[in-house]
């Protein structure tokens, strides 16, 4: 997972100012579980933000934060779960294998199911399935739209951020343009934030 985020770095530069880390020790008394370490190291580097380019469609990645959020009055690594429970589960309420476009997943808080931590713009979503005690072995699964199609990977978070920017996972072509970057708008202390991290060099073909 650590060469993962190496190589994310040099994809993708990381925010030049620093960024409050987060509790993740509290995590497992607040909500039940471990995140996966991969996806904690790239929180405590990144932020919360979106890959993209400026005025171009966008990849958002989420994260838990102590402030206040407009759509939840939970905040911190509640805050995150709530979020999903009430925003992103209803959208699968009783859904079938065809809206999935393949195997038909539970939705977290179900045993076992699916947890979101990013999406973009297109309408394609990306989180972990909640299976066992052990996070670092949750895969990821990506749902894309148009047509829908349900695809899952046991690389983790980065790994399938990494297989997106380079174009080794099926995704959008945007992600692998010279002037996509991160943007980070949030961490554990603050939201509302609009840090840049521009590339010095070109996005590797």
């Known amino acids: ?3 993962y985020l190496d190589q994310l770095v040099r994809l993708l530069p990381p925010p030049p100012t620093p960024v409050a880390g987060l ?24 932020g919360g933000g979106h890959i993209g380019a400026a005025d171009g469609l966008r990849m958002f990645i989420y994260a838990p934060t ?33 809206h999935w476009g393949g195997t038909l997943y539970p939705v977290y808080p179900e045993p076992g199911g699916l ?15 909640t299976e066992g005690d052990d996070a ?17 990977f046991e690389c983790g978070m980065t790994g399938l951020l990494h297989a997106l920017l380079v174009g080794s996972a099926p995704g959008p072509e945007w992600l692998r ?13 603050r939201t509302g934030l ?12």
């Open 136 to 152: 670092d072995k949750w895969p990821v699964v990506m749902w894309a739209r148009g047509p829908a199609t349900t695809f899952r």
């Open 66 to 98: 102590s402030a206040s959020r407009i759509r939840t009055t939970s905040t911190g690594f509640k805050g995150f779960v709530d979020w999903h429970v009430a925003e992103m589960a209803p959208m699968f309420e009783g859904t079938d294998a065809d």
């Open 194 to 205: 609009d840090v840049s991290c521009l590339r010095s060099t070109p996005h590797p073909t």
């Open 1 to 3: 997972m650590a060469d």
């Open 23 to 46: 509790p993740w020790e509290r995590s497992r008394q607040h909500v039940g579980f471990d995140f996966p370490q991969d996806y904690q190291a790239f929180v405590d580097l990144y």
């Open 177 to 189: 343009t010279p002037e996509t970057h991160w943007t980070m708008t949030s961490d554990w202390q």
């Open 115 to 129: 947890l979101t931590w990013g999406e973009n713009e297109q309408g394609d979503m990306f989180w972990w399935l």
